[in-house]
Structure formats: C-alpha cells, structure tokens
Nanobody
C-alpha cells in the first residue's frame, strides 16, 4: 500500500516562508496528477495547488503568486514552497494523488503567527 507522508510544517511569522514535502513509496508522482490541500480549524478541506503528470501547475487564488508546487529530483517527492505567509494560511496541509485509493496522510501543521 502506497503511503503519503507530509513534512516541513512549523511555526512561522507573517511574511515568512516554509517548504513542505510530500513523500511516497514508489515513483507515483510522475504518473499521476496530484495536489496539496489544507484544512483550517472549523473549516472544510480546500485545494490550494495542483500539478499534472505533465508538470502543469494551478493554484487557488488565495495562494497564487506566493505558493509554488514542484517535483523533486527523485520521482517520489513533491514540494510546496510557501512564501509571504499570512495568518490565514494556518492549517494542516495534506497531499493527495488524484483518482487513486491512496489514503490521506497525517498532514503537516503550518502555523503563521507573530
């Protein structure tokens, strides 16, 4: 069973940056479209960034220009580079392979606060 493991979250001040990582067993990211989601307390999970198997990215308006989704040099890792972070970016962040039965990972907590 393929598992997704998110990491890289933490506490950062407004305006700061973080790089999240999503790792999976096997070279699955190069074969599938995937995305990063986030869920803030009391809110529904929302999709913030996607990347196709061909490398085309798309972003939610709320993060466009600040977040960058990319694949690592190895085929089993993707990254979400987050800059100019705002308190409203505070959430648990998850990666997900579209169209698969791979379960959600544990996520990684991002807290933006002074």
């Amino acid at each position: 069973q393929v598992q997704l493991v998110e990491s890289g979250g933490g506490l950062v001040q407004p305006g700061g940056s973080l790089r999240l990582s999503c790792a999976a067993s096997g070279s699955i990211f190069s074969k599938n479209d995937m995305g990063w989601y986030r869920q803030a307390p009391g809110k529904q999970r929302e999709l913030v960034a996607t990347i196709t198997s061909g490398g085309v990215t798309n972003y939610a308006d709320s993060v466009k220009g600040r977040f960058t989704l990319s694949r690592g040099n190895t085929k089993n890792r993707v990254y979400l580079e987050m800059t100019s972070l705002k308190p409203e970016d505070t959430a648990v962040y998850y990666c997900k392979i579209f169209g698969s039965t791979i379960p959600w990972g544990q996520g990684t907590q991002v807290t933006v606060s002074s």
